[in-house]
């Protein structure tokens, strides 16, 4: 039998700057304000392409700009590959969150489809919650590239 997801309290925060001058910032409720019954993320997909996406907390910031093919860490700069030409850039934004039981862990990973996995646990301990964020270039007839980060 599988168990309910335990909420868990999302330490980081996004903002988002669309091209088209929108700016998106995530809620601690992480609930679309375009459809409610979707995840905040919902509002990104709907304002693309990106300018850029950020993740805010713990006193860090972490960018990825999608005009200059960077990822910041805290103003750091690593430049990524700019993409070839005719190829198409999506972000990437995941939460892994890591249940942890009294028995045993429980493993979820929640995708912009919020797609759930569940195990039987005994009883809730905490959670660890991992963001990944960063781009994945689409190159047409070739190799995709994903450049992203692992935030905890």
């Known amino acids: 039998m599988a168990s309910p997801m335990i909420p868990y ?13 929108n700016i998106i910032k995530q809620h601690s409720d992480d609930v679309s304000r375009i459809d409610p019954t979707r995840s905040a993320f919902y509002d990104v997909l709907q304002n693309l392409p990106l300018k850029t996406f950020s993740l805010v907390g713990k006193g860090h910031v972490f960018t990825v700009d999608f005009e200059k093919f960077q990822i ?20 990437i934004y995941y939460r892994d969150v890591i249940q942890i039981g009294e028995n045993q862990t429980q493993i979820e990973k929640t995708l912009i489809s919020h797609l759930f996995k569940f195990h039987t646990q005994t009883k809730h301990i905490n959670s660890i919650v991992r963001y990944r964020i960063g781009f994945q270039i689409h190159v047409p007839f070739g190799k995709n590239r994903k450049f992203e980060i692992t935030i905890e």
């Open 9 to 21: 309290t999302l330490e980081y925060l996004f903002t988002a700057e669309a091209k088209n001058g």
């Open 72 to 91: 910041r860490i805290n103003g750091g700069v690593n430049q990524c590959p700019y993409p070839p030409a005719g190829s198409r850039v999506t972000p």
